[in-house]
């Protein structure tokens, strides 16, 4: 439809009685009207490729741990609990500080309630139990080397904690094994492309998309034991909080090539 012709469809219903807006509906409708159909979203030819993975994994013997426990206090009131855990925690402090500095030291918490006494159950008004107050201050001890987990260990056990809660390990410098093995599943993804390109007698072009997934996290190893009888146990078996194993990294690509005929 030409210029010319839409004027004259505006203007044919721009009537006082039927406003301007109409008239301008009936125009944008005219216009697109006028507009091709089936024209193409972009020029040009469309690239051909190929989609191909890689893959690179590594087994690292992790160099640091971190250990989460809690320190209890009881008493008749929150002030006395509160106050028993806070010299607990103190003296465990004080057990440490040859081994660890303060910035591997972390306070997480309080948590603070009524329980039976002499116990950890809740206690509930209606049963007539004697009740006592029970705060339990959590503390994380962080980038601990693993060589020297043991007497860390020992140390804590020598405290009256209530409980070990986890023990932590990971690899220190797993952000540079990961960049190595990014590289490595690209190399290989890039060899298994240009393999399939000379099958195919096609050149490989440059790459035209990159997915990269790398995957680590520490490993948690939940204890929930007491401290004392928890370090009984491993001195009886002969292990060592030094055997954590191995930790697998690993990373994918997958790389889409331009194939030039």
Do not use: C
Request: aromatic share 2%; hydrophobic share 45%; glycine share 8%.
């Amino acid at each position: 439809m030409t210029e010319s012709a839409l004027r004259t469809v505006a203007a044919a219903h721009a009537s006082p009685h039927r406003g301007p807006g109409l008239a301008l509906g009936l125009l944008l409708a005219a216009a697109l009207l006028a507009l091709p159909f089936g024209a193409p979203a972009h020029e040009g030819p469309e690239r051909r490729g190929i989609s191909v993975s890689g893959h690179a994994v590594d087994r690292v013997a992790p160099d640091r741990a971190s250990v989460m426990l809690g320190v209890e206090g009881r008493g008749e009131t929150a002030d006395q609990a509160m106050a028993q855990a806070g010299q607990r925690v103190a003296a465990l402090l004080d057990a440490l500080t040859p081994l660890l500095d303060a910035e591997q030291v972390r306070a997480l918490g309080t948590d603070l309630r009524r329980v039976v006494k002499g116990t950890d159950r809740h206690w509930i008004r209606d049963r007539g139990d004697p009740v006592e107050m029970l705060a339990r201050r959590r503390v994380q001890l962080e980038r601990i080397e693993v060589a020297m987990l043991p007497r860390v260990m020992q140390r804590i056990a020598q405290q009256p904690l209530a409980s070990i809660d986890q023990v932590q390990t990971e690899v220190s410098n797993a952000r540079e094994i990961e960049d190595r093995l990014q590289l490595e599943a690209i190399a290989e993804a890039r060899a298994r492309a240009q393999r399939l390109a000379q099958s195919l007698g096609v050149t490989l072009g440059p790459p035209i998309d990159v997915q990269v997934d790398s995957h680590y996290a520490p490993q948690p190893k939940a204890m929930a034991a007491d401290a004392r009888m928890l370090m009984a146990e491993s001195a009886e078996s002969g292990a060592g909080y030094e055997q954590t194993g191995l930790e697998t990294l690993e990373a994918r690509v997958r790389l889409r090539f331009e194939l030039i005929p």
